[in-house]
């Protein structure tokens, strides 16, 4: 794997690739995108409408551990950009397998997605549809090499993969965007805010509440990258160690904040920010 992804690297124009990519759904008369307005989705979604126009929808899931600032990231992606975009209820916070936050928390919760978008694709193809309108997703070749148990919900659901079909990797993806110009080129990766509460912990709608305002208090100081963990009473911040300053400048007013959501305890981790760091328990 590590191979190949070091010859798609050093060969990956951003031309060719978007070319492929347009090629990948020009080949199919129909597109549904599962759509988060992160990165890997917006790209899929803008290059579906680029190749198939109206015939392309994209689906927005929305949920309590949607961050709002996310939610209307990506409405505006979409109205910006002319892509038809249809926003779709998920109950996943119902299923309790999902609320008690064991490792397979992803798995349920793509499930529903999954479900939830087939049901709608049934109502927006009708009964003329000679085949289902295939529906994709943004999983990439790096995702591959991570624990991603949304992975497994996606294979059973016979969702579509174009990134890994064509094997593309995050890079990659990301110089497409640079090529097109679009604003998702730069934007952190930004997972669901149930990610921030340790394994084994149960996801309530007042912990994912707690997480959302902690998080747009620290990003409305300036910081671009950042999470904060879920552990109880104690939070746990982190940042890329070049911020650990804004942090500590303003370390009075996060006390204070943190501890009004209800935070017993405020911790800055000293190893920085690490995209998927409760899963190293695992």
Not at 42 to 68: E, F, G, I, K, Q
Request: charged share 25%; with cysteine.
């Amino acid at each position: 794997m590590g191979i190949v992804t070091d010859k798609i690297e050093r060969n990956a124009d951003p031309q060719l690739c978007a070319e492929k990519l347009d090629d990948y759904f020009r080949a199919q008369q129909h597109a549904i995108i599962a759509y988060s307005g992160g990165v890997d989705s917006a790209l899929l979604a803008y290059a579906a409408h680029r190749a198939l126009a109206d015939d392309m929808v994209a689906v927005l899931a929305d949920s309590p551990s949607l961050a709002r600032r996310e939610y209307r990231f990506a409405v505006n992606f979409a109205q910006n950009h002319g892509i038809p975009l249809q926003v779709i209820r998920t109950r996943e916070m119902e299923n309790p397998k999902y609320q008690v936050n064991r490792s397979d928390r992803c798995y349920h919760c793509k499930k529903a997605l999954f479900e939830n978008i087939a049901a709608l694709r049934k109502q927006l193809q009708g009964s003329s549809a000679i085949a289902p309108w295939p529906i994709s997703y943004g999983v990439n070749m790096d995702d591959l090499g991570d624990f991603r148990p949304g992975i497994q919900a996606a294979s059973e659901a016979s969702i579509q993969a174009p990134y890994v079909e064509l094997e593309f990797t995050k890079q990659t993806i990301r110089s497409i965007c640079t090529y097109y110009n679009l604003e998702v080129a730069e934007k952190p990766a930004m997972p669901c805010m149930a990610s921030r509460i340790a394994y084994g912990k149960e996801v309530t709608e007042e912990k994912l509440c707690q997480i959302e305002k902690a998080e747009d208090f620290l990003y409305d100081l300036g910081l671009k990258v950042l999470r904060v963990r879920h552990h109880g009473d104690t939070a746990r911040i982190e940042v890329p160690p070049p911020d650990f300053a804004v942090i500590l400048n303003h370390q009075e007013t996060i006390r204070l904040k943190f501890h009004d959501l209800g935070f017993v305890y405020v911790s800055l981790d000293l190893d920085g920010f690490k995209s998927g760091s409760l899963n190293a328990v695992l």
